[in-house]
């Protein structure tokens, strides 16, 4: 019971933190506190999280032969980009009015509205690039249902108030626990649309590659899409030059068939898009994890 308590105590203290700098900043202009987390993130956070140090070595893994110059470049742009990303989702109405009317671009804009007036299940692919909410924001604003699946946060005070942010800019949206994820695959499986974040590495995802790199991945949501006949659009969300405004990129559906070679096209797909926008990626995830796959390779080698 005492862990209990301490574990309380420190949920509780973190959560008050964290409402007391949202709170604070969120009484701001919106352009100003957009910059202003920003310069937190880029200044204070990332070095204290060891984000500076992370980005650099996922760097060393898939581009080697960057210059140092641009690896210092990208250091300031992939946290700024996090925390713009962070007090958006905060933001509320400020936010979705920001992004209405957001451009929209691609071949795959056509296929999801006549997905969508066909009543067919749409699956939209997304990343951690630029702020993925945007497409979620401006959708819904346009009337189109998207459900959802996030992380619930470890923090259950936290997660109250995340859930909440994340519910304004899109309904439904579901955690990726059991009960959830059906409930998202009963959505997709009705003629729903649904967005999902499919740049996270997976311990038993499929071998697939990212910057030419071992990425293991989910293929869930193509195997989803398979059996529900849904129409498979890779789309994203990236920040205009002014940091506060987007551009809506929704690439050709991906063809339906083998779904890791679906999730093969993806991956390709997302690192043409990285490549063009470096600073917008979110380079702090542990996207390869290639310490992670040399002991598990090593591990069956010795089990056979």
């Not at 910059?35 to 999280?49: E, F, K, T």
């Not at 109250?160 to 579901?174: D, I, M, Q, R, T």
Request: hydrophobic share 40%; proline share 6%.
């Amino acid at each position: 019971m005492a862990r209990d308590n301490r574990s309380d105590l420190s949920d509780r203290f973190q959560d008050l933190v964290i409402r007391g700098l949202l709170g604070a900043v969120l009484t701001l202009p919106y352009p100003t506190r957009v910059c202003l987390m920003g310069w937190l993130l880029r200044r204070v956070l990332a070095p204290i999280v060891g984000w500076d140090d992370r980005i650099r070595k996922n760097l060393a893994h898939v581009c080697p032969d960057m210059p140092e110059d641009e690896i210092r470049k990208l250091i300031r742009e992939v946290p700024d980009n996090v925390g713009r990303s962070m007090i958006e989702l905060y933001s509320g109405e400020e936010f979705r009015a920001c992004v209405t009317g957001a451009p929209m671009g691609g071949p795959g804009f056509e296929a999801v509205a006549e997905a969508r007036a066909a009543g067919r299940p749409v699956a939209l692919v997304t990343a951690h690039i630029g702020n993925f909410d945007a497409l979620r924001a401006n959708l819904q604003d346009r009337g189109y249902e998207i459900a959802g699946l996030y992380r619930e946060m470890n923090n259950p005070r936290f997660n109250e108030h995340y859930v909440g942010a994340l519910s304004a800019n899109g309904k439904p949206v579901f955690p990726t626990n059991r009960t959830g994820t059906l409930n998202f695959v009963k959505h997709l499986a009705r003629g729903g649309m649904v967005g999902i974040l499919a740049d996270l590495y997976s311990s038993n995802g499929a071998s697939v590659t990212f910057f030419g790199k071992d990425a293991p991945t989910s293929t869930a949501i193509c195997d989803w899409s398979l059996k529900y006949d849904a129409v498979v659009v890779p789309c994203y969300a990236i920040r205009r030059p002014d940091g506060l405004r987007f551009d809506l990129i929704f690439d050709e559906p991906v063809a339906h068939r083998d779904p890791v070679e679906m999730m093969q096209e993806i991956n390709d797909k997302l690192e043409a898009v990285v490549r063009q926008h470096m600073g917008q990626w979110f380079w702090i995830h542990r996207r390869w994890k290639p310490n992670r796959r040399r002991r598990k390779r090593h591990q069956s080698s010795s089990d056979s």
